[in-house]
């Protein structure tokens, strides 16, 4: 069984904006993995100073514990990404701390909420709340922006860096596809493209820009929703469950992964001496697993986005052939 290589990122500074939870905890933990120093920011603090608008229980602090648990560094520093003045303040403790900086994921969110539930999609703009619309584009776009404004320059001082655009979906399966509403369908494609004109600019100092996208994530808010926990969460596939009052996960559910297995798609860019040749592009955690061969934390390759394609043209069969 594939393992990870426990000094690949030993000595490299990362830092995962919006490490609190989900994608970015699954990160920040896989760059731990490796080895590596990760500096994890969000809202969501022990501190208590901020807060982010989920309420939950998670925190940065936890984040930064499940790194060096890992065999990585951890470091918490709370950080509202809407706030330019913090973002400059952190830039600022990083230099002075680090020196600079090798890895750089931008997976800021914190719109789930006011995404809504499949009940609320396609929601025309019209009907659409606006100002929780607004509220997802700043969440999604502006927070990705300052952050990049800010920490790029400790990034590009010496060749080799990369930058991490977390987003939902690739550049070629957004284009032809309506994601949810006119806001999200637009940060989503705009974190693409964000990773795309970065990578640009990033390329005269010897930098990599990459948008990476997970499947099905088996995020905290997810197993919540189906009342399940990561070591029991094909429970959630089980039909007697409606019998007993609980929900039942959609069939597809069983290609959904763990946050870890984002995580190990980024550490393994950042391990590759030759990352230069992913910069620009939109990738997904299950193409970069094929590409790598690491696994899943249950040994598995989930591919959902490659089973979606396949069962839209009419060539998907057997769920197991794409885990």
């Not at 990083?94 to 969110?109: F, K, M, Q, T």
């Not at 995020?219 to 929900?247: I, K």
């Not at 039942?248 to 984002?262: G, H, I, K, N, Q």
Request: proline letters at 4%.
């Amino acid at each position: 069984m594939w393992s990870p290589d426990r000094d690949a990122l030993r000595g490299r500074v990362a830092v995962v904006a919006g490490a609190t939870r989900g994608a970015g905890r699954g990160i920040a933990a896989a760059l731990g993995e490796a080895g590596a120093t990760v500096v994890c920011t969000g809202r969501s603090s022990a501190t208590g100073t901020l807060t982010s608008d989920y309420g939950r229980a998670e925190t940065i602090e936890e984040t930064a514990q499940l790194v060096t648990g890992l065999g990585g560094v951890g470091i918490a520093v709370p950080v509202d990404h809407l706030d330019s003045d913090q973002v400059r303040r952190l830039a600022a403790r990083i230099r002075d701390e680090h020196g600079h900086i090798d890895v750089l994921v931008n997976d800021i969110w914190g719109g789930e909420l006011l995404k809504g539930g499949p009940a609320e999609w396609n929601t025309p703009i019209w009907s659409h709340d606006l100002g929780a619309g607004l509220r997802i584009l700043r969440l999604a776009i502006d927070t990705h922006l300052i952050t990049s404004h800010h920490l790029l320059p400790l990034l590009i001082g010496r060749p080799g860096g990369l930058l991490i655009e977390v987003t939902d979906g690739t550049v070629d399966h957004n284009a032809s596809r309506y994601r949810i509403s006119v806001f999200y369908d637009l940060a989503k494609a705009a974190v693409n493209r964000l990773a795309f004109s970065q990578g640009h600019e990033l390329a005269a100092h010897g930098a990599t820009a990459v948008a990476v996208t997970p499947g099905w994530l088996r995020s905290e808010m997810m197993l919540d929703v189906f009342g399940v926990c990561e070591d029991t969460w094909r429970h959630a596939l089980d039909p007697s469950r409606t019998g007993q009052g609980q929900p039942v996960a959609p069939a597809d559910f069983v290609l959904s992964e763990s946050p870890r297995y984002v995580g190990r798609a980024v550490a393994a860019l950042a391990s590759d001496s030759d990352r230069s040749r992913w910069n620009q592009r939109s990738v997904t955690s299950g193409r970069l697993a094929s590409e790598y061969g690491f696994t899943d934390v249950d040994g598995s390759q989930p591919d959902i986005w490659r089973f979606i394609e396949d069962q839209e043209a009419g060539r998907a069969a057997d769920h197991h052939a794409y885990r």
